[in-house]
T-cell receptor
Framework: EAEVAQSPRYKITEKSQAVAFWCDPI?????LYWYRQILGQGPELLVQ????????DSQLPKDRFSAERLKGVDSTLKIQPAELGDSAMYLC?????????????FGSGTRLTVV | QQQVKQSPQSLIVQKGGISIINCAYE??????FPWYQQFPGKGPALLIA?????SEKKEGRFTISFNKSAKQFSLHIMDSQPGDSATYFC??????????FGKGTRLSVIA
């Protein structure tokens, strides 16, 4: 069964440092999402890509967060500088088309701890 | 503003019992309502989904009940098993918009 790959699985970083997460979606999936899941909460959308274009980044804290999907395949989410409140699970999901109805496949996430 | 409100936050059910989790929404543009299951250390996985043109959908031991007029939907897990112990999220979307998720319900099924 095809999977969404994410790395690293775990990351501990000091406050004010830079950190990056990587996601490789299912082959052929045009839509890629980054969600943030704070412990004990539901996932919250950070950014949505359609191929290499950003469709929705309205909830992305752009002063410190950036995301790219240069060739429309894999994607990187960066935080600089990291803050204590950024500690969370960062989930990547992909879908054949834009829209929840087409079914998301989530990766196992990157657990970020900022100390 | 939370678009999908989920309850209860946690639930303990005896093995063989029925687990019921509820969700409510406000946005009438929503037209797709899935439930996701998440085990520790894993990403959420689609469990079952419903569209507003039907009132109920059943897949094995899992059933979604949908009340369009009340803007509510619920997940029923029949004959709950210890392997069902996980966190469950309701979600919703409309058209081509991304999913918005509830805060989750942590289910523990005890023998």
């Amino acid at each position: 069964e095809a999977e969404v790959a994410q790395s690293p699985r775990y990351k501990i970083t000091e406050k004010s440092q830079a950190v990056a997460f990587w996601c490789d979606p299912i082959s052929g999936h045009a839509t890629l999402y980054w969600y943030r899941q704070i412990l004990g909460q539901g996932p919250e959308l950070l950014v949505q890509f359609q191929d290499e274009s950003v469709v929705d980044d309205s909830q992305l804290p752009k002063d410190r967060f950036s995301a790219e999907r240069l060739k429309g395949v894999d994607s990187t989410l960066k935080i600089q500088p990291a803050e204590l409140g950024d500690s969370a699970m960062y989930l990547c999901a992909s879908s054949p088309r834009s829209g929840g109805r087409y079914g998301y496949t989530f990766g196992s996430g990157t657990r970020l701890t900022v100390v | 503003q939370q678009q999908v409100k989920q309850s209860p936050q946690s639930l303990i059910v005896q093995k063989g019992g029925i687990s019921i989790i509820n969700c409510a929404y406000e946005n009438t543009a929503f037209d797709y309502f899935p439930w996701y299951q998440q085990f520790p250390g894993k990403g959420p996985a689609l469990l079952i989904a419903i569209r507003p043109d039907v009132s109920e959908k059943k897949e094995g031991r899992f059933t979604i009940s949908f009340n369009k007029s009340a803007k509510q939907f619920s997940l029923h897990i029949m004959d709950s098993q210890p392997g069902d112990s996980a966190t469950y999220f309701c979600a919703a979307s409309g058209g081509n918009t991304p999913l918005v998720f509830g805060k989750g319900t942590r289910l523990s099924v005890i023998a």
